[in-house]
């Protein structure tokens, strides 16, 4: 059988997003809402602010879906956008309390996930797993696929 690293690449990624997805059902957040109310949650633990084109950068995809993940968010009472200080033209987006409350129960769901994934492999494999996924990472960056 000939193997094809991408295409195992792609089905874990699919399988993952299906299963968070499915995790996160009665919270009603598909796997890019909880990326975004994540990203937002480590930002504000270093008080530092969060601007939409920060997001697209930071999880690869274009504004227009970044901006259609914002506003389901913001329509959901989970984020708002606010002038930012220091120039009033650009928006920061911040968790709500709703926001905050929602993504600590997402964040118990992923630890859970997360346990039980590490549970099919051993330390070593684990090692042998980020040492290769790093590589594939400066390998798509060198070619200017980032």
Not at 44 to 71: C, G, H, N, W, Y
Not at 133 to 138: G, N, P, S, T, V
Request: charged share 35%; with cysteine.
């Amino acid at each position: 059988m000939e193997r094809h690293p991408i295409r195992i690449i792609l089905n874990l990624s699919h399988l993952m997003r299906r299963a968070m997805e499915q995790e996160m059902t009665d919270l009603e957040l598909s796997s890019a809402q909880c990326r975004v109310l994540g990203y937002l949650w480590c930002r504000a633990d270093k008080e530092k602010p969060v601007f939409q084109r920060e997001l697209e950068a930071e999880m690869k995809i274009r504004r227009s879906s970044v901006t259609s993940v914002v506003q389901l968010l913001e329509k959901k009472g989970l984020l708002e956008r606010r002038s930012a200080r220091a120039d009033a033209r650009q928006k920061e987006l911040v968790l709500t309390q709703t926001g905050i409350e929602v993504q600590r129960k997402v964040i118990g769901r992923m630890d859970d996930m997360e346990q039980r994934l590490n549970g099919c492999l051993t330390e070593e494999e684990k090692e042998w797993w980020f040492r290769c996924a790093a590589k594939l990472e400066r390998g798509l960056k060198e070619a200017e696929y980032d």
